[in-house]
Each structure stands twice: as structure tokens, then as C-alpha cells.
């Protein structure tokens, strides 16, 4: 996929001055690439058969009925500010032949999340009946699978990622989602730090793999360091051998991405920052990973050595300005089995942290949106969904 989806313009902060990135994964569903313009109209999978039309398998041993008819759901029934977004009962989503169940345990909640909730951002077309369940990506445990499934089991533990599922979001206690927007989650990781990882490691580690293609000993500036994509980015980039720099704003967010494995961290914001680098990598830099835009970005851009590469997701803005003899590279996330795939492969070969800012209960979705419209995340919100508690 490549830049023809209408993106929403992110309106959270990221530490460097400019506006950050939405990340955004382009699905791979059963080993094919779709169409952007199709889920925006919401159309993907609508004509196959669900419910009692097809067949499902659940745990041996265990009858259909474990499955509650409805479930509690963050959603909205009007677009706002955060307090729209209350709780719901709703019906438990029927898998068609192809989806999987998911008794969610955690999700992640972004930015873009907010444009969803506030009519910024329609993904699933413009007149999509309320109420709306937000949220692109989580983790939990299958329940259930469409009579075709075959790859995904009942109890396997997953992560998903889909930003606009025909049977709703992840602010849910279950889901039915495609199984080719499934994977298995990495044995380090639990429950709750793998909901809040597939949006934001998909796009990180196709940026460091796939678009800078990082090489051992390479330089590499990562502007944004801090923010959801930004911590998971600087592990993949070190897992890939890279001398990594860091872009943060306090102290308490360039501690933590020095402890995820960068050499040095600046504030890309200080006049300071270019001196720095030149003590850092007096030759220039061999790339920049762009997850903010903005001033900060530009000088550091002007400090990359001939034929080096700028990478960025499509959202991130102000776009980087194009300099001669540079190599400006924007991409589209995907995520889909092979996608999934690789994501646990270099998550596990990392030991891969996923940093959580803050944590907060399914019926608190509200608060979790405003503490991100309030920005200066250090890593990303979750919600922990099916058990009490906030943690902050």
C-alpha cells in the first residue's frame, strides 16, 4: 500500500516540536495484500456468512455457551471530546469463517484513537452507525475460530492489529477480527505489554528494517525517541547492530531511552543539538528515523551525510523538507501474518520492553484519551481490560 489513504492529522505532541506520526499499519489479510480504500468504506469480508452459518471450534472440553451473549465495551454514541467515550453493554461478536475470537485482556490506546472518537478520522466510511468502538490493537486469549481458520487455535495467545474491523474496535472484552490480522504473542512478553505493542512495533520495526534497512555499525537518529513507536524503534535498531541516537525532551524520558539501548540522547529542540551530534558522529549521520516533525527534525536532517536515508511513516507532520543527495523514504505499516511473524521474531531476539506510560481499567477509556490529548507520553497508554485498577 502506498500513500493513497486519506490520513487523519495526528493532534498529540511528541517531545520534539512538530506533530507525530499515526502509525498505520496497511493489512495483509490471508496472504494478500488489501486494498486501503476497502476498509475505509468498511466493505472487507461483509458478504461472508457468520453466526450459526458456519462453524465454530471452541475449547475441547467446553460448550458454547462459556461465551456470554453480550460484553462490556468503551464506545461512543455521538463524536466529542473523551467523555463521549462511556461504557457499554454490548453483543459478543459472532466470528465468520475466516476471523477468530479474542477474549481481550489488554489494549493499546493511541493518538489516533482520538480522531476516531472526535470524527477526525472515519474508518469505517462516514455514515457508520453508532455506537462506535474505538481502538486498532490488543492482546488476549482465542475463544473461538471460523470454520476455515486454520493457523490460529482456540487458547493460543495473540496480538492484533486492525484499524478499521468490520465488527468493531478493542476498547471491547472480546473481538472478532480476521486471522490474518493475528499473531502469537512472544513468550517475554505478558498479556498487557503485548496489547499495547502491534500498532506501534509493526511500524517501528519496518521503518528500521524495511525502509532504512539498518546496518551494523550505522548511525542512526531516532526523533521522537520516547513516544510509542519511538522505544520499541531504538531496541530494533540496536538489536540490527546500529549506533543509535535518541531524540528526548526530559530527563526522566532520555534515562529511559538510554536504558533501552541508545548510545546518546539530545533534545532535538536545543540549539545545542547539532553540536552535540558533531561531538557524537563527526562524519554525519548514515539515517534518520522521523517520528515527530517539525524545526528540531530539519536541523537534524541537515546534519545527515551525502546519500543517507530520512525515513518516516505517512502521518507524520510537517513532512520533511527534501534535500538533494539525500534519500527521503515514507512507508505504510503492514501487518498481516508475515508481518506478525517478524515482529515476534525480533521482539524475542530483543528481549523486546514495551515501555507503558499509564494503565487504566476498560470503563476509564475516557480518562486514558485525555491523559494522551495531554501528551509528553513516555511510551504508550493501555487499557486493562477485565480487571480493576489504574497505575500511573
Known sequence: MSGSMNRPKPGLREPLAG??????????????????????????DRTEPEGDAMTKRVAAGARESTIPPTMKAAAIDRFGPPSVLTPHRLPVP?????????????????????????????????KAPFPIVPGTDGAGIVVSTGANVRKV??????????????????????????????????????????????????TALQGADGALKLKRGESVLIVGAAGGVGTLAVQFAKLRGARVIGTASSPEAAALVRLLGAEAVIDARSPDSIRRLKELVPDGLDAVFALAGGDGLER???????????????????????????????????????????LARASAEARLQVPIAAEYPLDRAATAHTRVVQGRLVGRIALRIGEEGVVE
Open 19 to 44: 506533530k507525530p506520526l499515526l502509525p498505520n499499519p496497511t493489512p495483509r489479510g490471508r496472504g494478500r495484500k488489501r486494498e486501503i480504500g476497502r476498509l475505509l468504506l468498511g466493505t472487507e
Open 94 to 126: 459472532k466470528p465468520g469463517p475466516h476471523e477468530v475470537l479474542i477474549a481481550l485482556h489488554a489494549a493499546g490506546v493511541g493518538s489516533w484513537d482520538g480522531l476516531v472518537r472526535d470524527g477526525s478520522w472515519r474508518p469505517w466510511g462516514q
Open 153 to 202: 487455535h482456540v487458547g493460543d495467545s495473540v496480538w492484533a492489529c486492525h484499524y478499521s474491523n468490520p465488527k468493531g474496535g478493542f476498547y471491547a472484552e472480546y473481538i472478532a477480527v480476521d486471522a490474518g490480522s493475528v499473531g502469537r504473542v512472544p513468550e517475554h512478553l505478558n498479556l498487557l505489554e503485548a496489547g499495547a505493542a502491534p500498532t506501534t512495533g509493526l
Open 300 to 342: 537534524c536532517i541537515d546534519f545527515v551525510r551525502m546519500n543517507g536515508r530520512v525515513a518516516y511513516p505517512n502521518g507524520v507532520e510537517p513532512v520533511p523538507r527534501r534535500r538533494p543527495n539525500l534519500r527521503f523514504l515514507a512507508y505504510d505499516g503492514e501487518y498481516g501474518p508475515t508481518e506478525f511473524a517478524a
